[in-house]
């Protein structure tokens, strides 16, 4: 049966609209679905955040007694406190998974054990019933989990809004698919009488009867499409070798942006731990002199370091001064011999002051040694790693730096008494901006960043840095090592 090319062009307009259509509006549907999740996720991560905060806070702040019992005491009360402040039911289970507190005594209990029994793995869980969010995430002091928060709250709305697009949708593509039909017939019955004429004339071609002028006069497509076939033909190839030219120009050009914008970073990183050591120095002598201000020998010696390094901080500036005059964004290598316990003495002298400030004891261990390498960057490695053994220690502990020889090389060792770092985190330590403790690299003011450039610059002088757990057990080692002047590099 021969069916006509116009009902073809229609039927195919007709399949054409119903898939676009239907893949448009599950496209919508689907990413309505996904933010209305994505919102929900988040303010019940917000909700739960908040009542974390505030259980572990009153944990902490309160009469020290267990977890459980804690949980047990405080629950009644702390769930009607964070279902008044959240507007939603709260329920409050124990680590053994027992309920401790209810905001809605009198409803009824929601059966969520299979995901209770998920939270108390210190894991988030949620489910969904008919209209109802059941929502439990664990809540954690710094050494236990207290227990979980149970959150029981109302998707109704959601629910709604969802359906009434869903409905729209259905009635706004029916609509859409209706008037596009009709329009389509009309239309379409136009170009296939125009495709037509043209057939024709392609048929008198074969036939060996050629045109004398163009089948169409139309200003449009079709109407060109007689006589410009092959003029069209050849401004496409021009069109298409010129975008492929802007094309590599662009993307040549967005991998010098992506590359200068990694340079700024690193620029901006590097020097900001510069210019932090000698200002650390110089807080610290400035707090003794505080503290002890009728002390000659401190004067002194706080007179002979601050001004030491504010001269090393004159000197950063014009190193930073030369650099954004030149537009280069790393720091220069200027490798020169030498001798190790000068600088590692400096280094020490330096942080001598924090260390007392800090109740912590500093033990010097040196034997002559000399190296290859960039006094400054050198000096930068040692007071960094001296700073980080200070701040990460514990009151009236100790700090031992120390070397040796090993073979062509020099072992530097910085150990202190802290609380140590976990073996599976000791390579995450040197990845920028990451930190063992958060609440204590906060108070302290470190950043992630020290040890990230302290790597750098060690490998950039030859060297190598690992951490180790002392035979003792107690605290963490830094070990840097170089190779002794004269001998290859690592």
């Given amino acids: 049966m021969r069916i006509s090319l116009k009902w073809k062009f229609t039927g195919f307009l007709a399949v054409l609209l119903i898939f676009a259509i ?3 509006s599950f496209l919508i549907l689907k990413g309505i679905s996904g933010n209305q999740k994505q919102q929900m996720e988040h303010t019940m991560q917000q909700q739960a955040d ?18 459980a019992t804690f949980m047990r005491l405080q629950g009644p009360a702390l769930a009607r406190e964070l279902g008044t402040v959240s507007g939603m039911r709260v329920i409050l289970y124990d ?6 507190g209810d905001s809605l005594v009198m409803a009824a209990k929601p059966n969520v054990r299979h995901l209770l029994d998920f939270a108390l793995q210190d894991k988030i869980a949620y489910e969904i019933h008919g209209d109802v969010l059941e929502y ?26 969802y359906r009434n697009m869903q409905r729209l949708f259905w009635i706004a593509g029916a609509v859409v698919l209706g008037l596009s039909f009709i329009f389509g017939i009309l239309y379409m019955n136009r170009q296939a009488s125009a495709i037509r004429r043209l057939k024709k004339d392609t048929d008198r071609i074969r036939g060996g009867h050629y045109l004398e002028h163009s089948g169409l006069r139309r200003n449009d497509e079709l109407g060109e499409l007689s006589s410009g076939i092959f003029d069209m033909n050849l401004a496409i190839q021009t069109n298409v070798m010129s975008l492929e030219r802007e094309q590599e120009k662009l993307l040549k050009t967005l991998e010098k942006l992506q590359l200068l914008e990694r340079q700024q970073k690193d620029f901006i990183h590097n020097i900001s731990h510069e210019f932090k050591t000698p200002l650390t120095s110089i807080r610290a002598y400035a707090d003794l002199l505080q503290m002890y201000p009728d002390d000659p020998a401190l004067i002194q010696d706080a007179y002979q370091s601050i001004t030491k390094e504010a001269g090393r901080l004159y000197e950063l500036v014009e190193r930073v001064l030369h650099l954004a005059a030149s537009e280069k964004y790393e720091f220069d290598h200027h490798p020169e011999e030498v001798e190790l316990i000068e600088l590692l003495s400096d280094a020490a002298s330096r942080m001598r002051g924090k260390a007392e400030q800090f109740d912590i004891t500093l033990h010097v261990r040196l034997q002559p040694a000399r190296m290859t390498g960039d006094r400054n960057n050198l000096t930068h490695i040692f007071i960094n790693l001296l700073d980080n053994a200070i701040k990460y220690n514990t009151p009236e502990g100790s700090v031992t730096l120390s070397n040796r020889i090993v073979g062509d090389t020099v072992e530097i060792s910085f150990r202190d008494t802290g609380v140590g770092i976990p ?29 990230a450039l302290v790597r750098q610059l060690t490998r950039q002088n030859g060297g190598d ?17 170089f190779p002794l002047a ?3 590099c690592l």
């Fill in 136 to 161: 439990l995430t664990p809540v954690s002091s710094d050494r236990e989990q207290l227990g979980v928060i149970h959150f029981q709250t109302s998707v109704a709305g959601q629910n709604a809004f």
């Fill in 95 to 100: 680590a053994d998974g027992n309920e401790t």
């Fill in 423 to 451: 073996e599976d985190r000791r390579e995450l330590v040197f990845e920028p901006f990451y930190t063992v403790n958060h609440d204590r690299a906060r108070k302290s003011g470190g950043s992630g960043l020290g040890l």
């Fill in 22 to 24: 239907g893949l448009l």
């Fill in 50 to 67: 908040v009542a974390s905060d505030r259980i572990s806070q009153l944990f902490v702040t309160g009469t020290q007694v267990d977890a």
């Fill in 486 to 488: 004269g001998a290859k």
């Fill in 465 to 481: 840095i690992r951490v180790e757990t002392p035979a003792d057990g107690i605290g963490t080692e830094f070990i840097v090592t």
